[in-house]
């Protein structure tokens, strides 16, 4: 069915947010809608000399309980929600002694932004707009005869449509509707899991605002878009090309990577999967054993580090082609440098707000969704368990501890051979640990790099000793894993037969 466009002759306003409502409630008032507001936005309209009828005029009401009850009166309700096609309907407003509304702007108390700020509960109620989403869903259920307006960013749009055509279209209305019951299901859900006290609720809902809508998704024949506000909190972008569905995945993945590493550090990452991770106190020097892991796979890569880039930093990175630099700061003279290159993407991150980023993180399937808290823990060395006859000597427990750490963000199964500061060979993604083993040495061979002396980290336990045999064929002279096998017995007698010392820290890194 179809509803033809609608004339607007009064508008209700009652807006918390008041960015541009002067414009907006002056340009209505030049194309002759008549202006009803609540008290707040009333007196901002007036203070502006813009006409403006009060509610109370308008119901023969005034507010109650300190303004919690200003809007929630049935004359109102009914003036919104009366449908246009039924005579009666007009006829009990008329008895009623009151005009049909056909445009509702409101905008709520910030509940979000005061739960943010960590208002503390008392305070957060009163944050919770009640008379706000009612009108709102009374204005858009009846969309076919009234509009919703919900945002300062809608003004512009409805003043230009009513100059052109002098109405409302019903794609306009029904497009604003739809826009209006996202907001109150969204506003609902953030009261809801502010007041909640349990992980995982009886019924769980997340509802995102749209950031971007993206090119392409994962692939160019797919559609993307990225949501979520705090998004756009923790990245600013400086420099470069527009982000891409995959771009967005590297980021994720490379700030959760850095943030496990204390020391000035630098990290490569290749489609969400570390390929070179280095320390040192000084950036290009990371940023070179970094790369030397794996040069080729660099290429095209995504670079994160956890100090400000400085321009020695910059000039090795501008020698090779890159997707992403992401960084808590970046020296001026480093920008001068890498800016030379249009299209490479300079982000900033704010790292006080990564540990607040933490959420529940959930994937889509089919029929449904995963849900599941962050894996945010690593085991210090403290916690772990020696189970060989030797222990692991200084230089092995500091390889073992930064292996460990990188190990984590591989994609399963996944091992790192690693010197104390930085990555020596990843082999992640098999299907098989034994695999993962075989392709790290032979990535290592590639580029000239030895793995004596090295040690290894596994993401979870070697299910046969198989695995940590071809790691000690290799040169390994530590390993650390969680352990946990039937066949742990075999493995710990494996690694006794050569000498090796190996951990066990109890804890499981699968990355699916």
């Known amino acids: 069915m179809h509803w033809l466009p609608m004339q607007p002759r009064r508008a209700l306003l009652s ?21 009803i507001a609540s008290e707040g936005t009333g007196a901002t309209l007036r203070a502006a000399g813009i006409p403006v009828r009060s509610l109370g005029e308008l119901l023969g009401a005034t ?49 979000q932004a005061m739960e943010r700020s960590g208002a503390a509960l008392p305070e957060l109620l009163e944050f919770i707009d009640i008379g706000g989403p009612a009108l709102v869903r009374a204005a ?28 409302l279209s019903e794609e306009l209305r029904r497009r604003y509707a739809a826009e209006a019951f996202a907001l109150t299901a969204a506003y609902d859900a953030a009261i809801a899991r502010a007041l909640s006290t349990e992980p995982f609720p009886p019924q769980w809902s997340v509802s995102l605002p749209q950031v971007q809508r993206l090119r392409y998704g994962e692939n160019p024949h797919q559609q993307g878009c990225l949501y979520g506000d705090a998004f756009g909190e923790l990245f600013e972008q400086l420099h470069g090309k527009e982000l891409s569905y995959n771009n967005v995945l590297d980021l994720d993945a490379a700030v959760r990577l850095i943030r496990d590493f204390p020391e000035p550090t630098v990290a490569i990452l290749k489609h969400t999967t570390p390929c070179g ?62 800016q030379r290159k249009r299209n490479l993407r300079l982000l900033r991150y704010r790292a006080e707000l990564l ?78 640990r034994v695999d993962a083993v075989r392709v790290a040495i032979r990535k290592a061979a590639d580029v000239g790099i030895s793995l004596e002396g090295s040690v290894i980290a596994s993401d979870a336990f070697f299910p046969f000793p198989d695995a940590l045999q071809e790691a000690i064929h290799a040169g390994i002279t530590a390993a650390v894993q969680p352990g946990g096998s039937v066949r742990d017995a075999l493995v710990i007698e494996a690694a006794n037969a050569a000498g090796i010392a190996m951990v066990f820290t109890g804890m499981r890194h699968f990355r699916h």
């Open 63 to 111: 507010e109650l309980l300190d303004g919690r009850v200003k809007t929630l009166h049935p004359l109102l309700h009914a003036a919104i929600l009366a449908r246009r096609d039924r005579p009666e309907h007009l006829q009990q407003l008329e008895q009623l002694g009151i005009a049909p509304i056909e445009l509702v702007v409101v905008n709520f108390y910030p509940f």
């Open 140 to 167: 858009a259920k009846n969309y076919p005869w009234v509009a919703v307006v919900t945002s300062p960013r809608q003004y512009e749009e409805v003043i230009a449509e009513l100059r052109q055509h002098g109405s």
């Open 15 to 35: 807006v918390w947010d008041k960015r541009g409502i002067t414009e907006f409630a002056a340009a209505l008032a030049e194309l002759g809608v008549e202006l």
């Open 277 to 338: 991770v280095g320390s040192a106190p000084a950036l290009e020097h990371a940023w070179e054993k970094a790369l030397a892991t794996d040069p080729v796979s660099a290429f095209g890569g995504i670079v994160v580090t956890n100090r400000a880039v400085t321009r020695a930093l910059a000039e090795r990175l501008s020698e090779l082609f890159l997707e992403i630099i992401v960084a808590p700061e970046f020296a001026e003279d480093a920008l001068e440098v890498l």
């Open 355 to 432: 540990a607040r980023a933490d959420a529940l993180e959930f994937r889509s399937i089919l029929g449904g969704a995963l849900v599941q808290s962050p894996d945010i823990a690593v085991l210090p060395p403290e916690g772990w368990q020696v189970v060989t006859h030797r222990a692991p000597t200084e230089q092995e427990a500091a390889a073992l501890e930064f292996a460990w750490r990188v190990v984590k963000h591989a994609k399963s199964n996944a091992v790192v051979f690693a010197a104390p500061d930085r990555t020596l060979a990843i082999g992640c993604g098999q299907p098989s």
